[in-house]
C-alpha cells in the first residue's frame, strides 16, 4: 500500500501541467491531488495557501535583470539623498558604508562606490575616495565595467598630481621645466612619477610659456592624459558640479533598451550604448543607470506602454 501511495504522488506530480508549477505543489502538500484512503479524513497542510505568496515575494524582490530588489532600492534611497542634498558628504559615506555592510557582493557596489568616493574627496577624506576607487577596479559585471573606466579616470588624475610634484621639484632645481619628462627619472627614486596614465598611455608634456610672453617658455607646462584631455586636473575635475549637464531624459522603455528625448529626436538606446557623452549602462525595473565616464546618473525607469508626455 506504501509503494502504491508514493508511486501515486510521483505520477500526480511529474504529470501535472508545467504552466502551473505552484498549484500542483500546493495540491501534493494538501492531499487534494490523490483520493484519501477510506475511512481516513482527508488532511490539509496548513503550508498549501502559502506557496502563492512565496511565488509573489520573490517576484517582488528580484528586477528584471536579476539583482534582489532591496539592493536597488537602497541604492536608490543613496542616489535621491545625494541629489537633495549634494553638500552633506558625510551623510552619503555614511549611506554607502551601510550598504556595502549589508550587501558586501552587490551587482550595484560600483554605483555606490563612486557616489562615495566623491563625496569622501570632498569631505576632505582623501584616503577614503581613494580606497573606493581602488576598490571599483575589481568590480565586475555590467556596472563593474563601468565602474572600473571611472576608477582609472579618477586615480589618471590623482597620478597626475605626482607628476606635477616632480616637476616642480625638478624646477626648484633647475629655474625650469624640462623639455621632456624623461629628465625626470634624474629624480631620486621617491620623487619620481608614473610614467603612464591608468589606461597605460604616456603622459602628453609640453613646456609651456606665459601667454604673450614667448620668452619665458619652461617655467609653465602642459600635462595632460590622452583618455581625459582638458579635463585631466584633478582639482578643476572635482570643482564642477556633479555631472556638468546631465544627460537627456528618459521617456520610454523597450525591454532591455530605452527611448530618450534628445530635443525633437527620440533615439532608442540599448544597454552598453551611448545617447550623447552618456553611455546607458543598465536598465532596472527601478531606476535605469547613465555613465559619462566621470559621473553615474540615475533616473526612474519610465513606463514600457506609452512614452511620457
Given amino acids: 500500500m506504501r509503494w502504491s501511495r508514493a508511486f501515486a504522488r510521483w505520477r500526480f506530480r511529474w504529470t501535472a501541467p508545467i504552466g502551473h508549477e505552484m498549484s500542483a505543489l500546493a495540491a501534493i502538500g494538501s492531499c487534494e491531488g490523490r483520493p484519501s484512503p477510506p475511512g481516513r479524513p482527508r488532511r490539509r497542510n496548513r503550508w498549501a495557501s502559502a506557496w502563492p505568496l512565496v511565488g509573489s515575494w520573490i517576484a517582488l524582490c528580484t528586477s528584471a535583470h536579476g539583482a534582489p530588489r532591496a539592493e536597488a532600492e537602497a541604492v536608490w534611497a543613496l542616489w535621491q539623498r545625494h541629489r537633495a542634498a549634494p553638500t552633506d558628504h558625510v551623510a552619503v559615506v555614511r549611506l554607502g558604508e551601510s550598504f556595502l555592510q549589508r550587501f558586501p557582493n552587490a551587482e550595484l557596489n560600483g554605483i555606490v562606490r563612486g557616489c562615495m568616493a566623491w563625496h569622501a574627496w570632498h569631505a576632505g577624506d582623501t584616503n577614503g575616495a581613494l580606497r573606493q576607487w581602488h576598490a571599483m577596479l575589481s568590480e565586475t559585471g555590467a556596472v563593474g565595467t563601468a565602474a572600473a573606466e571611472m576608477a582609472r579616470r579618477w586615480l589618471t588624475r590623482w597620478d597626475r598630481e605626482a607628476v606635477v610634484r616632480a616637476l616642480r621639484a625638478w624646477y626648484?632645481?633647475?629655474?625650469?621645466?624640462?623639455?621632456?619628462?624623461?629628465?625626470?627619472?634624474?629624480?631620486?627614486?621617491?620623487?619620481?612619477?608614473?610614467?603612464?596614465?591608468?589606461?597605460?598611455?604616456?603622459?602628453?608634456?609640453?613646456?609651456?610659456?606665459?601667454?604673450?610672453?614667448?620668452?619665458?617658455?619652461?617655467?609653465?607646462?602642459?600635462?595632460?592624459?590622452?583618455?581625459?584631455?582638458?579635463?585631466?586636473?584633478?582639482?578643476?575635475?572635482?570643482?564642477?558640479?556633479?555631472?556638468?549637464?546631465?544627460?537627456?531624459?528618459?521617456?520610454?522603455?523597450?525591454?532591455?533598451?530605452?527611448?530618450?528625448?534628445?530635443?525633437?529626436?527620440?533615439?532608442?538606446?540599448?544597454?552598453?550604448?551611448?545617447?550623447?557623452?552618456?553611455?546607458?549602462?543598465?536598465?532596472?525595473?527601478?531606476?535605469?543607470?547613465?555613465?559619462?565616464?566621470?559621473?553615474?546618473?540615475l533616473e526612474r525607469t519610465p513606463p514600457a506602454s506609452e512614452a511620457r508626455p
Fill in 172 to 297: 626648484a632645481r633647475h629655474a625650469m621645466f624640462p623639455n621632456s619628462l624623461d629628465a625626470l627619472r634624474e629624480l631620486p627614486a621617491d620623487q619620481q612619477p608614473p610614467w603612464t596614465d591608468r589606461f597605460g598611455t604616456p603622459w602628453q608634456y609640453a613646456p609651456t610659456s606665459y601667454r604673450h610672453i614667448p620668452s619665458t617658455r619652461g617655467h609653465r607646462f602642459r600635462l595632460t592624459s590622452s583618455a581625459l584631455g582638458d579635463t585631466s586636473d584633478l582639482r578643476a575635475a572635482m570643482a564642477r558640479d556633479w555631472p556638468p549637464s546631465p544627460p537627456p531624459p528618459p521617456i520610454r522603455r523597450l525591454d532591455s533598451a530605452v527611448q530618450f528625448q534628445v530635443g525633437t529626436d527620440r533615439p532608442v538606446v540599448s544597454a552598453g550604448t551611448r545617447v550623447g557623452r552618456w553611455r546607458l549602462v543598465l536598465v532596472d525595473d527601478l531606476f535605469v543607470t547613465l555613465s559619462d565616464g566621470d559621473y553615474w546618473w
